[in-house]
């Protein structure tokens, strides 16, 4: 095993995922420096500002495919998390769902791969298949604001809710634009049993 992965480090060298320079860390120390970390707001916690590094490394994960960036982001989030918010309070973490459509397209959810990493680290369960999506809705990011709240409302359903009865919530979602989809996720989440919804994301928007 160990012979193979120096094989394959040969083939593909270990490189830095938003600039892809060689070395061994997930971001190299200049990319490292240059991700704007975000303190909570009111709304959300949301780990970074989706600008420069961390947007070319969620790119590369979200649009090309590299789940395994789902790790080293995924510990950025951890990183956060350990300075703001007390896991211990958590009782369930659920990814903000692709529509079925969106699903087949890409091949994975990386709301939820990023889910998996922090059930790993902290052993809080990930719940996928409570929250569905059914309602494709156009990408979000071409609309006005308004029009996106008017948009997304009824594209998220609980089924089988009585695992969320009651329960403290972590949502969680890679990017946070407006806030219209997490926020009806949250909606949706509390008129079926939750008892609390805080909302992570990868990163924010900032405008
Ligand atoms: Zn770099």
Known sequence: ?????????????????????????????DCAQNITYLSPSAFSHSVGEYAGPLKKAIHRFKFKGKTRLADPLGVLMVKYLSRNLDMNLIDLIVPVPLHEKRMKERGFNQAELLSLVLTKYYDVPTVSGTLFRVKHTHPQFD???????????????????????????????????????????????????ARAVHILTLSRVVV
């Open 1 to 29: 095993m160990k012979l193979f992965s120096s094989l394959l480090d040969l083939i593909f060298p270990p490189h830095c995922e938003a600039c892809r320079s060689l070395g061994p860390e997930a971001f190299c120390a």
């Open 143 to 193: 609309l006005p604001r308004a029009e996106r709240f008017k948009n997304i409302r009824g594209a998220f359903e609980v089924k089988g809710g009585q695992i969320l009865q009651d329960k403290n919530i972590l949502l969680l979602d890679d990017i946070l634009t407006t806030g219209s989809t997490v926020g009806e996720c949250t909606r949706v989440l509390k008129s079926a049993g």
